[in-house]
């Protein structure tokens, strides 16, 4: 069974994000980039499967300007066998990035795909969902747990109230959340090895996607800092305030 | 959350820009590599460091091992790092692929390390201390000594130790008393005391193998009678299982200032019947076989003292720029906003000496690295013997420099950090103790200051020392021609004189038969002599940043601005201080070596 796994460069989760002086965006000039930890759950997932005798072949996809190859090596190094990049120095937004991986996905025809269910620098918890409607196959985000049967995946999911778990028809999408499984590192060897392995380029046009944005950033700002509280002398005065000054009640 | 073991764009500017270390990759041995998978060892390196070891640093510190029922027991995070260490190969990154490397360059190898310790040297020191040990068995033991021990310490399953110190023979390793007999199967049984030993006995691994120096039945006395041996703490059969325990007892453990996540232990050899040992290369020269490693070892124990202080300097920037005290210069109005305090100017310039002292370091310690390797693999024997002597000459200064003015750059954190940075709340007061080791162990300040006087400077009639003082004549000619580094140029050419003043004048005393008198201020030489060296190291890092500001090099130009800055510094606040020293030296004065007993 093939496994297909898509990741993404984000800033590194240790660095100090700022925001550009324009507020245009943030600051990624000389910044230390790394691959999106919700993505590395979804290549030790993949590995596992492997390790299992479940998956055959682990392909490694990521979309983006030339030093996405870092991280699609570092995939190679934890485990993939195979890569492929594709190309673009545009912004991706979701919505194109879930076309891209469509068109992958027709290419390569993998039994189950593997995302991280957000990436750290966005937030928006969208590609996965979007690759599922997109294709057809079934979703299961948020997952804990993966375990293939058959022609079947049970993937139980992390919900408000606990867990739930859904059985799809293969092929199948699923997104990691932070349980699923604890990443290992690459070893000094596997990285060697990782630098052999078969990546391939290409670019949207290849794939006949237009990269067309439909959402425009307006601003961004970093969160604004906590005011100081202020303290009350009694209840009356708290439910004053409330009713009044916050007008929550 | 903020990483705080190094800043990544000084170390690709030191590895790449500075040091150029992708010219390494023309020799033979890293034919294999290119900068990504460098950079990649280098991104695994601090990944790990920063997930596995900063975490419990704290921890270690405030709960140290402990002796219980004759076993160490320590905290469990230490073994699942230095597994991590061992499933990545990290251990062992800089040995040869066939042995279960990564051959990388020296200067990555020790960065790969450098990092680790940065984020927890306590629990470092295991893996440190286990890699130098296989190093010396695959320098000087037989080949069934190697497959036996050391194939199983870059694996990490055995883990290794020095042992050299004795109650009564710290730094005067001479009067060692140790014994070992041959018993006529090719095997000693050693006898003796052993004190300070690191990580000397704990449940990390599968066993551990004990370099101990020790004297044979015939042995002449002091250092040409002391002798190598490997006492595995469990014997190990001929097929690589586990035999017997060994006689070798812990007898207790210390407890240290800092580096509180290493053991260190008192060992007994031969409570019983003898330690069973094996000896290392030839009978009584085991000593000069330690020796033989030390270069390597000694830049080890240098880059460990600079990633402590850098440590230490980006906790203090970070709280300098968060930290709100006081108001701007001459606003007396108590209603403004509080300022943070890097808008202080004393607190600037502490600021500015810890960067200057710590990417200062930082540099010395990889231009030891860069020569390592240029004297094993360079194209042709002259820069082979010239790189091999540079590093003789340079490998005191790459030990103590950095134990000396990093660990100064760790009290300044504390300073920045006032009142807070003396509590244990904050982690700067930590680092302190940890790095104050530094100028102790591995051979003390004072006999590094030996050994570069007495030895490395007179050494091949003092060629290593003239060819140092040529390359640095030489950085100077070019950097004159920068306008913007002539100052720092002409500050270091004349710091350089000053220092060559003072080897002439001690030389002079010492060709005159006063050696004990020429050599009594050699610890104040040995600060001279580092204070040029990181100096020149300073002015081609601000050549390197100069060239990548004009050229747009892959640095922000706030970095590069910073390193001119820096070398400003340094020049102005550091490199006075050699005229004064020189000025001193040149007096071969000796007033403490003269006064009586009874007068201190």
């Known amino acids: 069974m093939k496994v297909l796994v898509a990741v993404k460069r984000v800033i590194d989760y240790n660095v100090k994000v700022r925001v550009k002086p324009d507020n245009t965006g943030v600051d990624l000039a000389n910044v230390k980039m790394a691959m999106n930890p919700f993505c590395e759950i979804a290549v030790e997932e993949a590995v596992r499967l492997k ?91 948020f997952a804990s747990e ?6 079947k995946v049970n993937v139980t999911r992390e919900v408000d109230g606990g867990l739930t778990t859904v059985a799809l028809n293969l092929p199948a999408v699923v997104t990691t959340d932070l349980r699923l499984n604890e990443p290992r590192y690459a070893s000094l060897p596997n990285i060697m090895k990782a630098k052999k392995k078969p990546l391939d380029g290409m670019t949207p046009a290849d794939l006949g996607v237009e990269l067309a944005p439909r959402l425009s950033t307006l601003k961004v700002e970093a969160p604004a800092s906590r005011q100081a509280g202020v303290k009350v002398a009694d209840v009356a005065e708290l439910v004053d305030k409330l009713k009044n000054e916050a007008k929550v009640i | ?91 062992a990154a800089g040995q040869s692929f066939e042995l279960g490397g990564m ?93 300070f030993i690191s990580a000397g006995d704990h449940e990390l691994s599968d066993n551990i193998v004990h370099m101990v120096l020790a004297r044979l039945p015939d042995a002449p006395p002091g250092v040409k009678g002391i002798s190598l041996f490997i006492v595995p703490k469990v014997l190990v059969n001929d097929d690589g299982s586990l035999g017997a325990r060994n006689d070798v007892a812990l007898a207790g453990l210390i407890h240290k200032m800092g580096y509180r996540g290493t053991t260190s232990t008192m060992l007994n050899f031969g409570e019983k019947e003898g330690a069973v040992g094996y000896l290392v290369g030839e009978p009584h020269n085991g000593l000069a076989g330690m020796f033989h490693m030390m270069n390597e070892a000694r830049i080890g124990v240098g880059l460990g003292a600079v990633m402590l202080g850098y440590t230490g300097y980006l906790h203090a920037l970070d709280y300098a720029r968060d930290r709100k005290q006081g108001r701007p210069f001459g606003d007396k109005d108590p209603l403004t906003d509080q300022v943070p305090l890097i808008r202080h100017a004393d607190i600037r310039r502490m600021l500015l000496t810890q960067k200057a002292y710590v990417e200062g370091g930082l540099a010395l310690c990889l231009e030891g690295a860069r020569l390592v390797d240029e004297k094993r693999y360079g194209e ?57 080791l530094n100028p102790i162990h591995e ?30 004549r030489r950085s100077i000619t070019e950097a004159s021609e920068i306008p913007s580094l002539k100052d720092n140029a002409d500050r270091l050419a004349s710091a350089i004189d000053d220092l060559v003043g003072a080897t002439d004048a001690i ?33 081609r890092q601000a050549q390197a940043a100069q060239v990548g500001l004009d050229t747009g090099g892959p640095q922000a130009a706030d970095f590069y601005l910073g390193k001119l800055k820096a070398c400003d510094f340094f020049a102005r606040y550091e490199l006075p201080k050699v005229s004064s020293l020189s000025e001193l ?16």
């Open chain 2, 1 to 91: 959350m903020q990483q705080h073991v190094i800043n990544t764009q000084d170390l690709a500017f030191q590895l790449f820009e500075l040091h150029k270390t992708e010219d390494l990759l023309r020799f033979d041995r890293y034919a294999e590599h290119s900068t990504e998978t460098l950079q990649a060892a280098l991104d695994l390196a601090l990944k790990v460091a920063v997930e596995t070891f900063a975490p419990h640093a704290r921890l270690v510190d405030e709960e140290e091992p402990r002796f219980e029922n004759g076993k160490v027991v320590m905290r469990p995070e230490v073994k699942r790092a230095l597994d991590v260490l061992r499933e990545t190969g990290l251990i």
């Open chain 2, 443 to 472: 051979g003390t300040h004072g006999i590094q200051g030996l050994d570069l006087l007495g030895r490395k400077v007179t050494m091949a009639g003092g060629a290593h020392y003239q060819a140092l003082i040529k390359r640095m």
């Open chain 2, 507 to 539: 030389s002079a005393v010492r060709g005159a038969g006063e050696a004990e008198r020429a050599l009594a201020n050699a610890s104040l030489y040995l600060e001279a002599f580092g204070h040029v060296v990181v100096g020149w190291l300073w002015l």
């Open chain 2, 380 to 436: 042709n024997e002259a820069d082979r013997a010239e790189a091999a002597g540079l590093l003789d000459l340079l490998t005191p200064l790459i030990k103590s420099w950095p134990s000396q003015f990093c660990l100064e750059a760790n009290s300044l954190a504390i300073q920045v950090h006032g009142g807070y940075g003396y509590t244990r709340e904050y982690p700067v007061e930590q680092f302190y103790r940890d790095n104050r």
């Open chain 2, 103 to 195: 051959q990388l360059p020296v200067a990555v190898a020790q960065m790969c390390s450098g990092m680790l310790k940065g984020a927890n040297v306590g629990t470092h020191a295991y893996a440190g201390l286990t890699l130098g040990a296989a190093n010396l068995i695959l320098a000087h033991g037989s080949d069934e000594q190697k497959a036996r021990f050391a194939g199983p310490m870059l694996e990490g399953r055995f883990f290794g130790t020095m042992c050299l110190t004795e109650p009564h023979a710290g730094s005067s390793l001479g009067d060692l008393r140790t014994r070992a007999e041959p018993v006529g199967d090719g095997s000693y049984r050693l006898k003796g005391n052993k004190i």
């Open chain 2, 585 to 600: 030296l040149k007096e071969v004065d000796g007033t403490a070596l003269d006064m009586a007993d009874e007068c201190f």
């Open chain 1, 51 to 141: 390790e299992k005798g479940v998956a055959t072949e682990i392909v490694v996809v990521s979309i983006g300007a030339k030093a996405c190859q870092e991280q699609i090596r570092t995939a190679l190094a934890l485990g993939a066998d195979r890569g492929i990049h594709i190309e673009t120095d545009e912004e991706v937004q979701s919505l194109e990035a879930a076309k891209l991986l469509k068109a992958v996905v027709e290419k390569e025809e993998p039994k189950l795909v593997i995302l991280g269910k957000q990436s750290i620098d966005t937030d928006n918890n969208q590609t996965g969902q979007m690759l599922a409607a997109l294709t057809g196959m079934g979703q299961g985000t």
């Open chain 1, 146 to 151: 993966v375990v293939v049967e058959g022609d």
